[in-house]
């Protein structure tokens, strides 16, 4: 398993380390990615009429979902007296996961084996408009026209972090979410913060993977979630020491997560989704 996590970690720092530099690349619409204030419009809060559900994606088949009772969901902010403390990552059953390399680790270590991943290695806001995944054959947010899923986790912004312009980045972000609520009108969605990087890949980064900037981007997130009428996902205490970085001990590259601290931001996310904690 170590000797795996390694090879692995390998791979996606490789991937990871290039992507801020590559991820300017077009999308469905036309974004200024260069300028450092463009104006922008982020959108209202979640539209209340929504362009129907097709079956599927014309030449595709849809792939069967299995029925599932959903509880209704308290989300972030509310703590019922007589709620589980223990994360159920049953909660994911109806549950689908879009974001890049980081969040692919949490199942590549089967710590999350519940929902669906539609993940990729470099994926930003952009690319998830064109790229597949490794066995898919649309792009990754036309995935989410087959199946139904009441709740849909994102996680972008590492790869993003190099654009001279947050603000766009921002706008892209709202865009992505009209994008999921046209194929899942019914879907809560949850944006999930970036875990800092290590003390050393900050300080040396040449293309803005710096903990500061990833606050920024974070501050952000929080604030899009709350005009659009989403919930946000903060980092547990455990991926943060006291000056703001991920604990050496957390990765073996400075970026992504080891199989212990992947499991502390796991159980953080379920027990955000299970409306046990707030952030």
């Known amino acids: 398993m170590k000797a795996a996590a390694r090879i692995l970690c390998v791979i996606l720092t490789a991937a990871m380390l290039c992507a801020p530099l590559a991820s300017c690349g077009g999308g469905p619409s036309s974004v200024d990615i260069t300028t450092p204030d463009p104006v922008i419009t982020i959108g209202t809060p979640r539209p209340s009429v929504i362009v129907p559900v097709p079956t599927a994606v014309p030449g595709t088949t849809p792939t069967p979902t299995p029925e599932v009772t959903a509880e209704p969901s308290l989300g972030p902010g509310v703590t019922p007296t007589s709620a589980p403390t223990e994360p159920d990552y049953t909660v994911f059953d109806d549950a689908a996961f879009i974001g890049n390399s980081t969040f692919e680790g949490l199942y590549r270590y089967g710590i999350i084996t519940h929902g669906t991943f539609f993940t990729k290695v470099g994926l930003n806001v952009l690319t998830v408009h064109t790229a597949t995944t490794q066995t898919g054959t649309v792009p990754i947010i036309d995935e989410l026209w087959n199946g139904t899923y009441n709740k849909v986790l994102l996680m972008f912004g590492e790869n993003e972090l190099g654009w001279p312009s947050p603000a766009s980045f921002i706008q892209k972000y709202s865009e992505l979410l009209d994008a999921v609520w046209v194929r899942q009108p019914q879907a809560e969605i949850y944006i ?43 980092v547990p205490s455990e991926l943060v020491t006291v000056d703001g970085a991920l604990p050496d001990e957390a990765s073996g590259d400075g970026i992504h997560l080891n199989l212990q601290y992947a499991r502390y931001w796991a159980d953080h996310i379920c027990l955000c989704v299970m409306g046990v904690i707030d952030e």
């Open 192 to 234: 999930v913060a970036m875990p800092p990087v290590s003390k050393a890949v900050s300080d040396s980064s040449t293309v803005g993977v710096t903990n500061s900037n990833i606050q920024n981007f974070n501050a952000m997130l929080r604030d899009l979630a709350i005009q659009r009428g989403c919930h946000y996902i903060g």
